[in-house]
């Protein structure tokens, strides 16, 4: 199965798509990509490793098996993540950093997993630009440095 988050960045969102096997399932928001300041910015582009955790609605993420977590896949709502770099996935986006349905697409989310493979409880996550936006990032970054 092969996982894949692939982004848009903007100057005050990052937006992105998640796809299963090439089909995508939901769009997600994340802190904007901020240069030099890799705390408040989004993920790093790159492979994580995607746990679901059973006592909440909520999607790990970590670097590797023995590391700790750097990020989470979580819907709008009650839950609170001490984190930063928090992926919400929506089920559309209406503007830049807005979006809609964050319950709806988070359980869309979990069920093409389980479809995927109903045995596995850890799952492969590569983040990666959208290769079709790939000017979007280097206007952003013009725009910053001015």
Same mark, same amino acid.
């Given at each position: 199965m092969?996982i894949?988050?692939?982004?848009?960045?903007?100057?005050?969102?990052?937006h992105?798509?998640?796809?299963?096997?090439?089909k995508?399932?939901?769009?997600?928001?994340?802190?904007?990509?901020?240069?030099?300041?890799?705390?408040?910015?989004?993920?790093?582009?790159?492979?994580?490793?995607m746990?679901?955790?059973?006592? *909440?609605?909520?999607?790990?993420? %970590?670097?590797g098996?023995?590391s !700790?977590?750097?990020?989470?896949? &979580?819907?709008?709502? =009650?839950?609170?993540?001490?984190m930063?770099?928090?992926?919400?996935?929506?089920?559309?986006?209406k503007s830049?950093?807005?979006?809609?349905?964050?319950?709806?697409?988070?359980?869309? *989310?979990?069920?093409?997993?389980? %479809?995927?493979?109903?045995?596995? !409880?850890?799952?492969?996550?590569? &983040?990666?630009?959208? =290769?079709?936006?790939?000017?979007?990032?280097?206007?952003?970054?013009?725009?910053?440095?001015?």
């Open positions: 092969r894949v988050l692939e982004r848009e960045y903007w100057p005050t969102s990052t992105g798509s998640i796809f299963i096997d090439d995508l399932i939901c769009y997600t928001l994340e802190s904007p990509k901020i240069p030099g300041c890799s705390k408040d910015s989004c993920l790093p582009e790159g492979s994580y490793l746990l679901k955790e059973d006592q *909440l609605p909520i999607l790990a993420l %970590k670097k098996i023995r !700790d977590y750097v990020g989470a896949i &979580i819907p709008d709502g =009650p839950i609170k993540v001490e930063s770099q928090v992926v919400k996935p929506v089920e559309s986006i830049e950093g807005i979006g809609n349905n964050s319950q709806k697409a988070f359980k869309r *989310l979990l069920q093409a997993l389980g %479809k995927a493979n109903s045995a596995q !409880d850890t799952f492969r996550l590569e &983040i990666r630009s959208c =290769p079709d936006k790939a000017l979007n990032l280097a206007c952003c970054e013009i725009a910053w440095m001015d």
